[in-house]
């Protein structure tokens, strides 16, 4: 007699990923993958697993401890806005703004944008282009940060003391607004350096360091099983504009030169 179990604790199953839709004519090269580059998933409550999946595209690590070397296509960080913004009156003082441990010189209480970015950057972990400011003056009309540059992904949050203001319970308390994600940021986030899709399952093996894997460059494949990573590093299906750069006589803006057909 068939048994079966509703046992809900057994483990999360997960196979090998198809990607191809033929096998005949397939060409592959050899490549080192650096663990580094693949991102930790939580499988089963046990965080820092990596699993790397057929059909994922790869591109090359330009910059690092890994240059040259490849890793998973992933899209490049997202900004964060932080917003600052008034509460009560604020009829005179100053404040300050702290940002990964230094603090600025005191911001007068109805500084506008431009005030408040050039105290930001005069900051030593803050540079010119780092942060946009918006919106004001902060005593009446909330500011935006928005993080790019050095600081684009999920940046430190600010704080702000309102100490030295004066007025009618005057505060100007600072909140994310848009969380920034880190993406990728050492070339494996440009497509002037794909190479093709990871033909190599590694269900354990990058825990323990980098491996020698099979880049499939010339093959017909199914784009809809193909992989590539968002700025969060969780995988999603491979997009057109990735896949376009992949095809036969894609070569002015595929320095790659990979020719993947897609069905």
């Not at 005057?170 to 070339?187: F, H, L, N, S, W």
């Not at 093709?196 to 399952?201: A, C, H, S, V």
């Amino acid at each position: 007699m068939v048994a079966f179990t509703r046992d809900l604790t057994l483990d999360t199953p997960f196979g090998v990923n198809q990607y191809l839709r033929s096998t005949v004519g397939v060409k592959f090269e050899s490549y080192t993958l650096a663990a580094a580059s693949w991102p930790a998933q939580t499988i089963d409550g046990v965080a820092g697993q990596k699993v790397a999946q057929r059909g994922t595209l790869m591109a090359k690590i330009t910059s690092g401890p890994d240059a040259g070397k490849i890793g998973p296509w992933q899209a490049a960080g997202t900004a964060e806005v932080q917003t600052l913004t008034p509460t009560g009156t604020i009829s005179g003082g100053t404040f300050t703004i702290t940002f990964n441990g230094q603090t600025t010189a005191p911001i007068v209480f109805n500084a506008t944008a431009a005030v408040i970015q050039a105290a930001l950057e005069a900051l030593n972990n803050v540079v010119p282009g780092d942060v946009l400011a918006a919106g004001g003056p902060v005593n009446t009309v909330a500011v935006t940060l928005t993080f790019y540059g050095n600081l684009i992904g999920d940046t430190p949050a600010v704080t702000v003391s309102s100490a030295s203001l004066t007025g009618t319970s005057p505060v100007i308390t600072p909140t994310t607004t848009t969380p920034g994600v880190a993406g990728a940021a050492d070339g494996r986030q440009l497509t002037t350096g794909l190479v093709g899709l990871l033909d190599t399952f590694l269900p354990w093996q990058l825990m323990e360091g980098d491996r020698e894997v099979a880049v499939a460059y010339d093959a017909s494949c199914v784009q809809a099983w193909c992989l590539e990573l968002n700025a969060a590093g969780v995988a999603v299906p491979l997009a057109n504009a990735r896949a376009l750069l992949l095809r036969p006589g894609a070569d002015a803006s595929n320095p790659s030169k990979t020719a993947i057909l897609w069905s």
